[in-house]
């Protein structure tokens, strides 16, 4: 960041002091991001982005005002410092609780990286590209491939009149890879290493390398066509194994979320909905069996969610939220955790320059267990290994949930037996699920899964989040049938 805007931001925190704030964040943000799809060893689409701006939040009494701006000119840093403080004096609200202003804190963070992904050429990830998807479409009956890649630098300034001044800057890349079959009139897709927008981590552009994609394409062009000829999955009441991928969607969609403290609170019922977790249920509700520990930690190494601060400036650390089972804590900032008698949590997040921090997950982490996933499987009579999304379904409260995966892999008497199923559709309650956890895997098989667009808030914001798990096993799973 040039030193002229550090002292602009210097500008903006004064003025806004001079026209009576309490207490004033600055916040300046620049993002350079490359998103690019592929399709068919061909280039498809390119999206780039170079955006900086400045945030300012002020507080008035106990009302919080939020302004921003792409304009750095000097006149239009001093009346966004403006704007910020009359919608705190607007906000203020003697029926609210009181605003406490934080301790300074200093310190920087830089995600550690061997080779800046946004430096690589964009004609060597191409090539990648070209490689797998004419591996993939070397077989009878594949009809597509796809792949896409990303990288992503933030850099990020944030002083504050009780003397606070960090910087940051957090690199992500990744990407991924798909294979479409059709056979007799049935299309398949299967993913590496993850669906969607594959797997993105914080790192380098070593975090791609290390997927090798160009080593996996041959293996998801074959499952492709065996699960379009595979039959639909069996219904009923089964065990059921879920693969690491699949299963950092679960615990985003049924952790992650209802622990977020604005939400228990009521204040995203609009848009997001609510949560079960409500603040009286917290130290004495059983979420799981008690096998089950999971914690939000801003300090897992990989994770996209890591960081040493948060957006108002509260250093990174790690929350348990369910302790061998029991519900014990939220996701929260300085206000939410206040409202409950806690203090924050660190998880309060922008997505921009453009927006206000709320309440986010950051890396939200299911603890390993013991053994491996053989392990998980030898204790299975009867029943799956669920892998990886195609789609999912939950409610506002975060309690009822259907999902639907790409595989099952048939397990009998402690084996997997080589069949496979399609369209894999499971369903349950939050609290009832986890409670029928029966095994975790243990720290060999612990990975780290990136989502990079979860959305959240009025208007939405999109920001980056992790899951570190195991493959972990459910009893007495409900599993449908999807078409």
């Not at 001079?18 to 498809?44: I, M, P």
């Not at 939400?263 to 909905?273: H, T, V």
Request: hydrophobic content about 40%; charged content about 20%.
């Amino acid at each position: 960041m040039k030193e002229s805007l550090r002292s602009a931001l210097e500008v903006v925190l004064e003025a806004a002091m001079r026209q009576g704030a309490e207490y004033v964040e600055v916040r300046s943000t620049a993002r350079d991001r490359e998103v690019v799809s592929y399709k068919d060893g061909q280039l498809d689409g390119v999206f780039l982005e170079d955006d900086c701006g400045v945030g300012v939040r002020a507080l008035f009494g106990n009302g919080w005002g939020f302004a921003s701006t792409n304009q750095l000119e000097p006149h239009a840093l001093v009346e966004l410092a403006a704007e910020a403080v009359r919608a705190a004096r607007a906000a203020c609200d003697t029926h609210r609780a009181a605003v406490a202003i934080p301790p300074a804190v200093s310190g920087t963070y830089t995600t550690s990286l061997v080779e800046d992904p946004l430096a690589v050429p964009l004609t060597e990830k191409l090539e990648t590209f070209r490689s797998a998807h004419a591996k993939i479409r070397s077989g009878q009956g594949i009809i597509g491939a796809r792949g896409n890649s990303i990288a992503q630098r933030t850099h990020a300034r944030f002083l504050a009149s009780n003397g606070s001044r960090i910087e940051q800057t957090v690199v992500l890349c990744g990407g991924g890879l798909t294979a479409i079959a059709q056979v007799d009139g049935e299309v398949q897709t299967r993913s590496a290493p993850k669906s969607h927008e594959g797997n993105v981590l914080q790192g380098g552009f070593e975090v791609f390398r290390g997927f090798d994609l160009e080593g996996q394409a041959e293996r998801i062009r074959e499952e492709a066509l065996a699960l379009a000829r595979a039959p639909v999955t069996p219904a009923g009441e089964t065990t059921v194994i879920l693969g690491g991928s699949q299963l950092s969607l679960q615990i985003h969609e049924s952790v992650g979320h209802p622990s977020e403290l604005d939400r228990a609170l009521g204040e995203e019922i609009s848009l997001a909905g609510a949560s079960f977790l409500l603040p009286e249920l917290l130290g004495s509700l059983q979420f799981g069996s008690e096998r089950v520990t999971l914690t939000a930690d801003a300090t897992t190494p990989l994770g996209p969610g890591t960081f040493g601060f948060d957006d108002e400036g509260t250093p990174a650390q790690s929350v348990k939220l369910v302790e061998r089972g029991r519900f014990v804590g939220y996701l929260s900032g300085r206000d939410s955790a206040a409202r409950i008698g806690t203090e924050s949590g660190g998880a309060m997040r922008a997505e921009s320059w453009a927006a206000l921090p709320i309440v986010r997950m950051v890396n939200v982490n299911l603890e390993p267990g013991q053994g491996t996933l053989d392990d998980l499987i030898g204790g299975v009579d009867r029943g799956f290994l669920f892998e990886n999304n195609k789609s999912w379904s939950i409610d506002d409260l975060r309690l009822n949930f259907q999902f639907s995966c790409e595989m099952a892999r048939e397990i009998k008497g402690g084996k997997l037996t080589g069949r496979v199923f399609r369209n894999p559709v499971y369903s349950g309650v939050t609290p009832k699920f986890w409670g029928r956890c029966s095994g975790i895997a243990g720290p060999s098989e612990w990975e780290m899964w990136g989502w990079m667009f979860c959305g959240k808030g009025d208007p939405m914001q999109l920001i980056h989040v992790g899951h570190g798990c195991a493959p972990a096993r459910f009893e007495r799973v409900q599993v449908g049938l999807s078409r």
